[in-house]
Structures are given as C-alpha cells and as structure tokens.
C-alpha cells in the first residue's frame, strides 16, 4: 500500500509541475503593444512640466490572470530653453540738452484739404497729413515739434504731434527719428517706434536699422533721384526688443506731456556724440526704413499736397510728414544737408543747485532741498574749466547763462560743500536750453 500511495504522489508531483511550466510559458504583453503618450507643458519661465501618460490597456481574455504586469516605459521630457530678455538699463527722462525742431503745421488749413507750406518733394521734405485723393486730414502724422536731449546713458526724442488718428481715435501712427552721423545729408540710422503705444517704457515697439552700404539717399543724398531702389537701412541692430544690446532702444507714449510720442535710444549708438537729426511720422503706406522716400517715386507717382501745383492732389505718398534736420554735440557751418533753415539761435544753461541730503547724487524733495547760501559759477568755453571764464555768476540755488553760441563749456562750481560732478563738460546747441543740475554734499 505504501508503494501505490507513493506511486499516487509522484503523478500529482508530475501533474502539478506541467501546470507550473504552462504557466511560464503563457505569452506577456509587449510594451510595444500599445503607445505610451507623454504630453509636456513648459511655462515661459521655464519652472514648470507636466506628463500625462494614459494607464495601462487591460490584459487580454486569452491570458492567463497569473500573468505578470510589464512595467510602462516612462519618457523623461527636456525642457527647452526659452530666451529671457533681462535689461541692464532703462531710460527715465532726459536731464539735459533739450533741443526744439519746430515743424509746419496743416491743422489750420485741414478743412482747405492742403498744407499751408513746409513741403518740398525734391529735397525730401513732407508736409502730408492728409489721406490719398480725398486729403483728409489725419492729425496723428501732423508732427508739431521735435525735441532731443540725453541723459548719462540714452537719448530722448519728444515727437509732438496735433491729435488723434480720428478713425481709431488712437496715436498709432508709426514715428521715428533719423540720425546722420557724418553730416554728410545721408542717413547713418533710423530708430523706429511703432503702435500700439503705452505709457510705460517698453523694448517691443521699438526697430533700429544702419544704412551700413550708404546707399540711402542715392547718387544724391536727400535730393530726388526717383525712380531709385536702394535697401535703406537694411542691417537691423534692434527689432521688437530683439538685438546685441537688449537696451538699445525704447518708446512709449509720454505719461504726461499732451499727444507725444517718446523714443529713447542708447548713447553708444552715436559715439561721437556728434551728429544731424530730424523725426518722422507716417500712417500711409511708405516704409519709413527704406529711404530716401522721394527716391521711390516721382513726383507725379507721389502727388503733392500744395494746392494748385499740377500734382495735387496726394497720390502714392500719403499720410507722411517729417522734419528739417537739426544738429547735436557740434557747431553748425549752416551748410549741413537737411539743416533746418534760418540763422543759428544762441543756447543757454540752466543750473540748479541742491543740498544732497541722501548723498545718492539725484534731487529728491524731501529730504534734499535748494541750496541756501552763495556759490560762484564759472563757465569755460571748451572741454577744460581753465583759463578765462567766458561767463561767471554768484548764485544760491539757480543758474542761467546768458546767450552762448553752440558748442562745449565746462562749468566749475566754487562752493564751501562738495560738489558732485565739478568740472562738468555740457554740450550747448543752437537754441535750446541745457539742464545741469549739482548735488552739494556734506561730508
């Protein structure tokens, strides 16, 4: 009895080990039997990712329910990069230096349909305000003045102009200042700024482009040589807050000052601190980067917008108007191509003079306040504060020259404080006003 029952054990044995091999050999899912899908989310700041993967598909009918499980293969995403614009420095509001470009007005004459003057095809000089054929009048491209100063590190343009686009009743005509830095009458530079426009400083408005082939202008810079095509300023420094110098340029519309358009633009651009500019405003369809504009149509292709000329009225170039040229950091001969006509106006400088409470050298009231007691100022013609003064005053808080010719001086402040920045170096230009203002400190 003991061998059968033996006998017995060993087929269950059997029995039990041909079940234990039918199961090994049941058939597993492949991972490649479905599709694993990842979804990634990357925020612009780049904190943060997100993966969804669906759940596994059920195992089959067929299969046996002691099946083991094959693990999902998970994918590890890469985020990608993402550029970040971080600005070094951001323009504020000029501290010196302004100058005035003061421009034909059409406002008075709008219900005429025609400009009372300051247009001059051939020397690429518009008065155009007023739309193609039926010349209504827009007065967001009717530019009023033009103004320039700077600051340690920008320039400043101030584009004043008569009102609002009366479509949109908006400012969102593009504008831009044109820079000549050999004063030769051929661009050098154009800054650009274009809608929509806010209140704050902002790089995604602004465009710069150098005429680095200087074929601007054409055989004749400024002067008519249409039908000419040249590339205008075809190497982009700046587009839309994108360029080398992430700071190079800015715009906005001014906070507080009436229908004006501000452009801000790194000094470093014009190293020489010498150089023509005037300013630009246009809601036609010229491309203000492609210059000379008077080199791409003729006169009769452009139209006019002087009333009884035989080209009236506007035709292919509307809804422009610019400026004549002033200059900047130099003395005028008064043959400079572009320059603004009339004799040459004597600048001034204003001084203001403060107790610099906080010794962080900028005036805030409170806690800085004027300056109480009596101070010489000595002004010097050129880079250095020696020799003869050409001007000298006493004065407590508040300086101003009296008429000086464009150029350079240094001013020397003999006070009984330090004085932050003595010996200062400014530049005076024909008919405008050059803010300077001393910190006195107690030390």
Not at 368 to 387: K, R
């Amino acid at each position: 009895m003991k061998s059968v029952f033996k006998g017995l054990n060993c087929i269950v044995l059997l029995i039990l080990l041909a079940s234990c091999t039918s199961v090994a050999q049941t058939p597993t899912v492949s991972s490649d039997a479905y599709n694993v899908q990842v979804a990634v989310a990357v925020s612009l700041t780049q904190t943060a990712a997100a993966i969804e993967a669906p759940a596994q598909p059920p195992a089959s009918a067929t299969q046996s329910t002691a099946a083991t499980s094959q693990p999902v293969a998970t994918a590890t995403p890469e985020a990608t990069a993402t550029s970040v614009i971080v600005h070094v420095l951001e323009p504020g509001a000029p501290t010196s230096g302004w100058t005035t470009i003061t421009d034909t007005s059409s406002a008075a004459m709008a219900s005429q349909k025609r400009a009372p003057g300051g247009e001059d095809y051939n020397l690429n000089r518009f008065e155009r305000p007023f739309t193609s054929g039926n010349m209504v009048y827009h007065p967001e491209v009717d530019i009023q003045t033009a103004k320039l100063g700077y600051d340690n590190n920008f320039y400043y343009v101030d584009i004043a102009i008569q009102g609002v686009n009366p479509d949109t009743n908006q400012i969102d005509a593009t504008y831009a200042v044109e820079l000549d830095a050999d004063k030769d009458g051929r661009g050098d530079y154009m800054v650009i700024a274009k809608p929509p426009f806010g209140n704050d400083w902002v790089t995604t408005t602004a465009w710069v482009g150098q005429d680095a082939n200087h074929d601007v202008g054409g055989p004749h810079p400024l002067t008519s040589d249409a039908p000419y095509r040249s590339d205008g300023y075809e190497t982009i420094l700046f587009n839309n807050g994108q360029g080398q110098d992430p700071d190079l340029a800015w715009a906005r519309l001014s906070p507080d000052k009436t229908n004006t358009v501000e452009i801000a633009f790194k000094r470093s651009l014009l190293p020489t601190g010498e150089f023509m500019w005037g300013v630009w405003a246009d809601n036609g369809n010229s491309d203000l980067s492609l210059q000379d504009i008077n080199d791409r149509f003729t006169s009769q292709e452009a139209g006019t917008s002087i009333y009884g000329l035989s080209y009236y009225p506007l035709a292919k170039v509307a809804l422009l108007d610019n400026t004549c040229r002033w200059t900047f950091g130099f003395t005028s001969t008064g043959k400079e191509p572009g320059l603004c006509a009339g004799s040459l106006p004597p600048g001034h400088i204003n001084a203001f003079l403060y107790f610099d409470s906080d010794n962080n050298a900028t005036y805030n009231n409170p806690p800085d306040t004027p300056a109480t007691f009596m101070t010489d100022i000595m002004v010097y013609s050129g880079t250095s504060c020696s020799g003869t003064p050409v001007q000298t005053q006493t004065v407590y808080d508040t300086f101003s020259s009296t008429a000086l010719a464009a150029g350079k001086y240094c001013i020397h402040l003999n006070a009984i404080y330090d004085v932050v920045s003595n010996d200062r170096v400014v530049t005076v230009n024909s008919g405008a006003n050059t803010e300077a203002d001393f910190a006195l400190q107690y030390h």
